[in-house]
């Protein structure tokens, strides 16, 4: 049976933890401010078209297909193999995107001795692209807002805030980590986003389970030693989880295709940083609030009249 | 101590495990490539078709797999793509322009088990290829429309009364009738006011002028007649085109989604979907140079067009017969071997038809083509609806005798066009003009790829945590491990069940599900290693394992489910997929990793003196 080291000082490290931590944000906000997300069509609107071919294809033949054919500004590139060519056009005036498809597959025919097979298409309307990304905003302030309020029921406000705490420090530093890297950002990234925060989420609610049973069962010690013992104590099961769910993505990321190869790379990204927020950032926060054994002792018998607070 | 389940609830883990066996097997069969044959809106299927159909085949050789006939819908089920591509072809002939033929890919499902309404999961366009399409209709030209209907009914309102006026017209977002003297509004108001509650009546700024709007009641009752309207039309023309099981839906209050799986040739469907074609017969006016009015002003009564070449032409403001008459279509070869399209009638449009080509035998009439387009296009940095109303005379022929509800038109440019045209003629309009504002499109081999890809993903990543799990929990681990299948299979069997779509990322919420799954596991087997280091004896810490992970447990999958449901609720299309098996993979794994391992590990350790667990 493998042991792990099973009284790590994780409290006393916080002050090391924040000032990484806060250098990772500010590497992030400095980046997303300075080199914004390097956003899809999905929400910029435009069309993409991936076309196959039988052999290897040249990228120059294609880029200048498309300059005689008025798409001088489409960028060419190969995805996934030299066989595979993706085209993106970016929303322009004075251009009927609906046809713009039509047109680039005829261009690219018309100039070349191999057919392109054409294997996808996608546009998207201005008027679409600008909803998408409103509604994607929107979901990431509801769902944290339905976990603050989820949280502050179950637990108590200080433990509300540690998690949207850490939550927030996982979403910025995977939003981040796309825009150092200048990786494209579309809706099923947008979606692992989400999906970082129900995992994220996850990982601190155990913890929290924790100490608040330690909180209502030990009689001694303090809040800061208390934490610690919890940690501790949901560490292994924490490292356990976090390396079959990232097993899972590796195995996504390596063999799932390039269509949801961000998708894998931003949960990877988000699993790491959650699994180590849920230690370093979410509980040291309920600490910083100064948390108490009162906070978390079961209701007295008044507890269980009707709640008339609004 | 032991621990022991009751019977029944060892019995109920048995049974959702055996009807999640059950319910998932429909997916291992694969498809037959089989040819649909459906009724358009003139006809009618019955058995007279089923015994054609039964000796077209026979007739050519081609021996079908079955023959079902059930929904209005005649399925061919075929050996292979071979077969289905010639039995289309056979079929499509012998039926006739009545009925649709479409190839599909039918599941292979063994009766027994359609017989239990066991069908396997239902893919989305990113699996299977094929055309989505979002589609926004024009609500504002909808509208506009009405006025306009408007217009011709105050006019006629007002004749009838004989109340005299000075002119009536479509100004702004109201019509405007200017009338001669103090009493001639009062009346006109009076007979609008009671002719027309639909409009809201005001006082013009000038005198005698009567300002008529329509109410704000009346105008939502003619966005959603329009939405309604192109519905009906779209779905028309969805048939027309051949296209097994597509989807049309509405999507919000101006939007409609369509969805065709396995269509290909995208040009012709997105022709064929936003196209607003019609017709009018109008009479040419031959008094008047043609020539002079493109450069001045036109006659009174009359309105100039332009041929095809681009010249003049005047044509008179009355219209014979608009697009709407049109019963039937069909396109063709004429004597001339040019394209025609063949028009049939219906009997107010048979009988004016009739009426006018006696009385001007010898005189030239005309056949006018319109097309309104609409695109949403970016101009300096503003989103401009752009619209386009394309109306040619695509042919003048001088009237040789009496026709009415049968004829034909020439002068359309190709046969294809005449095919098109004669499609959206039996289709319908739409009633307002719509615009795609999202396409995805997916060929074949990319949808196979994400299949292949999907799945292969899975396997690894679920083959992979399996030697992890049994590694790190010995005979604890392999119990997960089987619990892991199960569950596997169960969301399986409920994404069949609900024939929720299945799509790519859906596909990644069922990997990350299997990462997540073991969570419950392994907080459970973290909690008895605990209670065995404390001293408790392995039946007590088996017991207070599951006990104390359970809140845990609870707690913190609540919170997923919470964003799980966040998700399906913004998300679209495929984030919607991921949500639905997110979920779906958190209720199950509650149920499999609690009670599915409980049981198991019960049965293995429950009833005897264990001394150690394997753990």
């Known amino acids: ?310 | 101590m032991q621990n022991t389940f009751p019977l029944w609830k060892n019995l109920f883990v048995v049974m959702v495990l055996g009807l999640g066996l059950l319910y998932a097997l429909p997916n291992i069969y694969g498809d037959d490539p089989s040819v649909q044959i459906s009724s358009t809106r003139t006809t009618q299927l019955n058995d007279d078709q089923l015994n054609l159909i039964k000796e077209t085949l026979t007739a050519q050789g081609i021996v079908a797999k079955a023959i079902e006939f059930k929904d209005d819908q005649i399925l061919v089920r075929l050996e292979n793509l071979d077969d289905q591509m010639k039995a289309a072809d056979y079929l499509k002939s012998a039926l006739g322009r009545g009925f649709t033929t479409a190839l599909n890919l039918a599941p292979a499902t063994p009766a027994w088990l359609r017989a239990i309404a066991a069908e396997p999961m239902y893919l989305g366009l990113d699996l299977r290829g094929g055309v989505h399409f979002l589609l926004e209709v024009d609500m504002d030209a909808a509208v506009k429309q009405a006025e306009e209907r408007y217009v011709g009914d105050i006019r006629g309102a007002l004749r009838a009364e004989k109340i005299r006026y000075a002119s009536i017209a479509k100004v702004n977002d109201f019509v405007q009738v200017k009338l001669k003297s103090e009493a001639d509004a009062a009346n006109a108001k009076a007979v609008l006011g009671t002719e027309f509650r639909n409009l809201k009546l005001s006082d013009g700024k000038e005198l005698f002028v009567i300002e008529a709007r329509i109410s704000l009641d009346e105008q939502k009752q003619i966005k959603k007649f329009a939405l309604a309207q192109n519905m009906t039309t779209l779905r028309n023309r969805v048939n027309e085109l051949g296209v097994a099981e597509p989807i049309i839906q509405q999507q919000g209050d101006a939007r409609i989604v369509v969805q065709l799986p396995g269509v290909q040739d995208t040009t012709r469907a997105k022709e064929i979907l936003g196209a607003t074609a019609s017709l009018e017969f109008r009479m040419v006016d031959v008094k008047h140079d043609a020539q002079r009015a493109a450069k001045g002003k036109q006659p009174i009564g009359t309105r100039l067009y332009r041929e095809r070449n681009g010249k003049p032409i005047l044509l008179k403001r009355q219209i014979i017969v608009t697009g709407d008459q049109i019963v039937d279509a069909s396109s063709g070869l004429d004597q001339n071997n040019s394209a025609a399209v063949y028009i049939t009638l219906d009997g107010i449009g048979a009988k004016k038809m009739g009426r006018t080509t006696r009385d001007n035998i010898g005189k030239p009439m005309a056949v006018v083509f319109i097309e309104n387009k609409v695109e949403t296009r970016i101009s300096n940095g503003k989103k401009i609806r752009h619209k386009e109303k394309l109306e040619e005379v695509i042919n003048v022929a001088t009237i040789q005798g009496v026709f009415s509800k049968r004829f034909q038109i020439t002068g359309l440019d190709s046969t294809t066009e005449a095919r098109n045209l004669a499609l959206l003629l039996r289709a319908g309009a739409l009633a307002a003009p719509i615009e795609i504002v999202e396409e995805r499109t997916v060929g074949p081999s990319l949808g196979q790829d994400n299949i292949n890809q999907g799945t292969l993903s899975v396997f690894v990543g679920f083959v992979l945590v399996l030697v992890f799990m049994a590694a790190y929990y010995k005979v604890f681990g392999l119990v997960a491990n089987v619990a892991l299948a199960f569950n596997l299979v169960i969301i399986i069997a409920l994404l069949s069940m609900i024939q929720a779509t299945l799509t790519l990322p859906g596909i990644a919420g069922i990997v990350l599900t299997v990462g997540m799954a073991v969570d419950a596991n392994v907080l459970i087997f973290e909690r008895i290693r605990e209670e065995l280091r404390n001293g408790n004896s392995p039946q007590a810490s088996i017991y207070a394992g599951y006990e104390k992970a359970f809140g845990t447990i609870f707690d913190a999958n609540i919170t997923t489910l919470l964003v799980a449901l966040v998700l399906f609720g913004f998300g679209t299309g495929p984030i919607k997929g991921f949500a639905v098996t997110l979920s779906l993979g958190i209720m199950t794994s509650m149920f499999t990793a609690i009670m599915g391992t409980r049981m198991m590990i019960n049965l293995i350790y429950g009833k005897q003196r264990v001394k150690r667990l394997s753990l």
């Open chain 1, 1 to 310: 049976m493998v042991m792990l080291k099973q009284n790590f000082d994780f409290i006393s490290k916080r002050k090391i933890a924040l000032v990484g931590s806060g250098l990772l944000l500010l590497i992030s906000a400095a980046s997303l401010i300075i080199n914004g997300l390097k956003l899809g069509i999905d929400f910029t609107g435009g069309t993409l078209i991936e076309v196959g071919y039988s052999e290897i294809v040249e990228l120059e033949s294609i880029r200048s297909a498309l300059e005689t054919h008025e798409f001088g500004d489409a960028t060419v590139q190969h995805f996934g193999t030299a066989k595979d060519v993706l085209i993106r056009i970016k929303p322009r005036e004075g251009v009927n995107h609906s046809q713009a498809s039509v047109q680039v597959l005829s261009a690219i025919n018309s100039s070349s001795e191999q057919i392109a097979d054409l294997r996808r298409v996608e546009f998207v309307g201005p008027q679409v692209g600008d909803e998408l990304a409103e509604d994607g905003g929107l979901a990431l302030l509801y769902s944290m807002f339905g976990i603050l309020v989820y949280v502050a029921w179950r637990f108590e406000y200080k433990f509300a805030l540690g998690s949207v705490a850490a939550l927030i420090h996982d979403v910025v530093i995977t939003l981040g980590f796309f825009s150092v890297l200048g990786l494209e950002f579309d809706l099923t990234v947008l979606a692992a986003i989400l999906a970082v925060i129900g995992y994220s989420l996850n990982d601190t609610i155990v913890v929290y389970d924790r100490i608040r049973e330690n909180f209502r069962n030990l009689r001694k010690g303090t809040p800061s030693s208390i934490l610690n013992n919890s940690l501790n104590q949901t560490l292994s099961r924490t490292l356990m989880t976090s390396l079959t769910t990232i097993l899972v993505l590796i195995a996504l990321a390596l063999l799932g295709g390039e269509i949801i190869h961000n998708f894998a790379i931003a949960l990877l990204v988000g699993v790491l940083t959650g699994t180590y927020s849920s230690i370093f950032i979410a509980s040291p926060v309920v600490l910083a609030l100064g948390v108490r054994k009162e906070d978390l002792m079961l209701p007295e018998k008044e507890g269980l009249d009707i709640d008339t607070r609004p």
